[in-house]
């Protein structure tokens, strides 16, 4: 007897509503569909009548998790506008606070996956470490989530010896609790019942659903924004891009740990280089006109922002492609064959950030009932034949 | 006279209001050791220590509105939680604490009542099925359905762990295998393995992580109890905390050597190895993550029903020793 | 797979003081540079206005009371401060006008007692004032 469930919009397994509809047997899913939309707040809208400044406690607010990560993008790509280099201390400042909000959001995810999984201790113990992460962010740019510790020219806020220090003291103590965690995760007969074998997604379909993130590296496609294009202080630090081959949860899970231990490696590195100098260079209030895509590596996969701008202080355009946008045609293959008791394990593996992909461009076809592949090939097109089409002043060419 | 006082245990003690109070205690006293085990304070504020908070999250339950979904069978939908209740209550009344003195056996006290025991306990799972079946919910449904595929994997394990004791004792009565052990405390040891997987078995029994599955939160809402509120969702809630009491005080009964010492020690001696028991469960709870329906059907019949098994072999091949 | 890997872990924990901090009977400190709500010194602004362009909120609103006597009010809308702190930065006065403290408990029944306002004369830049870039500094008159 075949009959469908609605997960979402409004569910327990769900942080924000976003509409699943599974066809089920029994209790084997037979066939799944994703609606957007519920969370549509009109964000490309409102940037384009804010000025530069503005718009980074905009693109901010695109995500709680993630905030650093959208409006680092932005202001790589209007300080590639503006034609700005930030001074070397500053871009430090503003890369060790990236992967502090790694370490933060991939700790808050673990956590989730237990409590999906049933594994509350696990969910309390991960949590609370995690306040370790809030705190140091907290010290250095004085607020918990929404750091804005970003300007357009640079950092507003600088770094003492004491809070390198404690910096440093608090990685350490991550370190030993981030193995501890590995250790549980692959060895509790119960949790790793539930995530092994789950959720599968071979390489080859990573590469043709245009996954991202950590969901397409546990299927041994080893791609890091941060490796292939080095932005900004990538290039000089010391590190590894973290796979995983088994294709499945636990394949995601033993990739956000390593990814959460190469942070660590990061982390300390920077603190112990920071360079001296000046944090901030002043920023023009008008940019002149031109286009930019910025990429940047968000804990969830690809985070891409497009800009343009036609020489006043407002943007013409903001487009904005979140990384669980690219995963999405992703998930539903992977729920595909799956139990309904993996529903929420499967889902939570991509690490959702559902208010991130919230942007209603192509999506419309997907209310037609048609599957979102053909979607992801229809913003394909479209991309591709907007820059045969555009003029080639904005190149996307990281002078960093 | 006799109808006064059997009136009087039937509602104070070992009545409902017994049961109401020592269960909310045994919820409060598991989500503390749950909660500092995770850590965390557990209930703080709600009276010393946060003692009163099942209570009051009980009265807050009977306040709120009680919703009757319009496709659902009215009758059968309002009466379930009543008949759980009913019945858990019953099974408490079995317990061997207020029956001393086995020469002059109460009405609670009778040769095989170990047996109606277990099937007391039996059937709260029904009323959930029956509950979620006349919900008419797809997530109500889905959560029914797991009740039952779950009662075919720890029922029968369940059953040949508790009976083993008994077997051991010679006798089908409460009673007189709490007896029969505090006489011979020794021979507790060898019901050891028959306790973990009696332990394992009742955490199924009440759908308590690692097998709440049909109340799984964040898979199917609120499972059978999606569409329950207000009062009946109440009295849903204390069957559970009833049923934990009356498990409970069955593996002690049967497994610790019950409540020697008449009326005031016997009930002295309820209380620690209860909530010693409580304390086992917990610690199961807080250990383990939930696992898939499938996986509860195979872990019963590959690891629980063999180890029970062997556990009966063992008594039996004792029992002819001793004899 | 080890059984109940957990286990030591977690009874070690029966044992340790709880992590929760029991707000709001123990409250916990709030860092040196914490991000609380803006307030105005007004004998230091000048009325550049560069506070109300930038704030992404649209919670500064400085209205001229008085053209004559250069008497300008500033109300702060707490209600839809987001806290960001970009006022500050953006303040061009040495030392600012505009500053921000660690008050964060901030709750109210009605949203309209959150706003805040103060009734100035425009400050006189001084001209040994260092970075200045505004072109507010008339003469007074």
Redesign the interface.
């Known amino acids: 007897m075949s009959?469908?469930?609605?997960i979402g919009p409004q569910?327990?397994?769900l942080k924000e509503p976003i509409s699943l509809r599974m066809t089920v047997e029994g209790?084997v899913i037979t066939g799944a569909d994703i609606r957007l939309g519920y969370n549509h707040r009109g964000i490309e809208k409102l940037a384009e009548e804010?000025?530069w400044?503005?718009?980074?406690?905009?693109v901010e607010?695109i995500c709680g998790i993630c905030s650093h990560s959208h409006a680092t993008c932005y202001v790589q790509g209007v300080e590639k506008l503006m034609e700005l280099v930030p001074p070397r201390r500053g871009m430090y400042i503003r890369y060790l606070v990236a992967e502090l909000e790694r370490v933060h959001s991939h700790l808050l995810w673990l956590g989730v996956a237990?409590?999906?999984?049933?594994?509350?201790?696990?969910f309390?113990?991960t949590w609370?470490d995690r306040?370790i992460v809030m705190?140091l962010l907290?010290?250095i740019?004085?607020?918990r989530v929404?750091y804005?510790i970003n300007?357009i020219g640079g950092v507003?806020?600088d770094i003492d010896e004491g809070q390198k220090a404690k910096i440093l003291e608090g990685v350490a103590i991550l370190k030993k609790r981030s193995e501890?965690y590995f250790?549980?995760g692959a060895?509790?007969?119960?949790?790793?019942?539930?995530i092994a074998g789950v959720g599968m997604l071979s390489k080859e379909q990573a590469i043709a659903l245009c996954a991202v993130g950590p969901t397409a590296r546990a299927s041994g496609w080893d791609r890091d924004v941060r490796k292939e294009d080095p932005y900004a202080v990538y290039d000089e630090l010391d590190f590894e891009v973290a796979t995983a081959d088994s294709c499945d949860v636990l394949g995601r899970v033993v990739v956000r740990v390593k990814e959460l231990l190469e942070s660590y490696k990061m982390i300390e590195q920077m603190v112990k280089g920071l360079p001296d100098g000046d944090i901030v260079v002043k920023a023009p209030r008008k940019a002149k006109a031109g286009e930019v895509v910025s990429r940047y590596e968000a804990p969830r996969g690809e985070n891409i922002h497009y800009i343009k701008a036609n020489g006043t202080d407002k943007p013409e355009r903001l487009k904005v492609r979140a990384p669980t946008l690219g995963n999405y045609p992703a998930t539903l293959v992977m729920l595909n064959k799956g139990?309904?008791?993996?529903?929420?394990l499967i889902f939570a593996a991509i690490d959702p950030c559902i208010c991130c992909a919230e942007r209603a461009v192509t999506l419309v076809s997907a209310r037609s009932g048609e599957e979102s592949v053909v979607t992801m090939g229809d913003l394909r097109r479209q991309a591709l034949a907007r820059s045969k089409n555009a003029p080639v002043k904005g190149n996307a060419v990281w002078p960093f | 006279m006799a109808v006064l006082r059997t009136l009087l245990y039937l509602v104070v003690y070992p009545g409902i209001i017994f049961l109401f109070a020592y269960s909310t205690f045994c919820e409060w006293f598991d989500r503390k050791i749950y909660a500092r085990l995770q850590n965390r304070m557990g209930p703080t504020h709600t009276g010393r220590f946060g003692l009163l908070q099942p209570i009051a999250d009980f009265f807050k339950l009977l306040a709120k509105e009680d919703v009757v979904p319009e496709a659902a069978d009215k009758r059968l939908f309002s009466v379930l939680p009543a008949i759980g209740l009913a019945v858990v209550s019953t099974a408490g009344l079995l317990l061997p604490v207020w029956n001393f003195d086995l020469a002059v056996p109460g009405w609670t006290s009778f040769p095989g009542d170990i047996i109606v025991m277990l099937y007391l306990l039996s059937l709260p799972t029904l009323v959930l099925f029956l509950a979620a079946w006349s919900s008419t919910n797809i997530f109500s449904t889905i959560g029914g359905a797991r009740v039952l595929t779950m009662l075919f994997g720890y029922e029968v394990p369940l059953f040949l762990a508790v009976l083993s004791p008994a077997i051991l004792a010679g006798s089908w009565r409460l009673a007189e295998i709490a007896a029969f052990y505090q006489h011979r405390p020794l021979l507790l040891l060898v019901n050891l393995l028959g306790f973990f997987v009696a332990l394992i078995a009742v955490q199924a029994k009440l759908e308590r992580t690692p097998f709440d599955i049909p109340d799984a939160e964040t898979e199917i809402v609120g499972g059978t109890f999606t569409e329950y509120s207000g009062k009946k969702l109440a009295l849903f809630r204390l069957t559970f905390d009833i049923e934990l009491v009356v498990a409970s005080g069955l593996l002690a009964a049967v497994f610790l050597g019950g409540f020697p010492g008449g009326a005031v020690l016997g009930f002295i001696q309820f209380v620690p190895k209860t909530l010693f028991v409580v304390f086992l469960l917990s610690l199961i709870r807080a250990l383990t993550a939930r696992i898939r329906v499938d996986q509860v059907i195979s872990f019963a019949w590959k690891v629980l029903t063999p180890l029970a098994v062997l556990q009966l072999l063992a008594t039996i091949l004792l029992k002819g020793f001793l004899t | 797979m080890r059984i109940a890997a957990f286990l030591p872990e977690l009874l070690r924990h029966l044992f340790k003081k709880p992590a929760t901090v029991d707000y709001p009977f123990k409250k916990l400190e709030v860092p040196k540079d914490f991000r609380g709500t803006p307030y105005l010194r007004p004998e230091l602004c000048i009325v550049c206005r560069a506070c109300e362009r930038d704030c992404p909120a649209e919670s500064i609103e400085i209205t001229a009371v008085n053209e004559a006597e250069k008497r300008f009010r500033m109300v702060i809308h707490n209600d839809r401060c987001i806290h960001c702190a970009q006022c500050v930065d953006s303040c061009p006065t040495t030392p600012k006008a505009m500053q921000i403290d660690s008050l964060y408990e901030l709750a109210a029944d009605d949203r309209h007692k959150l706003k805040k306002d103060w009734v100035y004369v425009r400050a006189v830049m001084k001209p040994k004032a260092p970075a200045a870039p505004t072109a507010s500094s008339e003469p007074t008159a």
């Open positions: 009959f469908q469930i609605p569910h327990p397994a209790e804010r000025n400044t503005q718009i980074i406690y905009l607010r237990g409590h999906e999984a049933g594994f509350d201790s696990f309390m113990y609370r306040e705190d907290e010290m740019s004085g607020n929404h804005a300007t507003r806020r501890y250790h549980i060895s509790e007969p119960s949790f790793v019942g539930r139990f309904i008791a993996d529903i929420p």
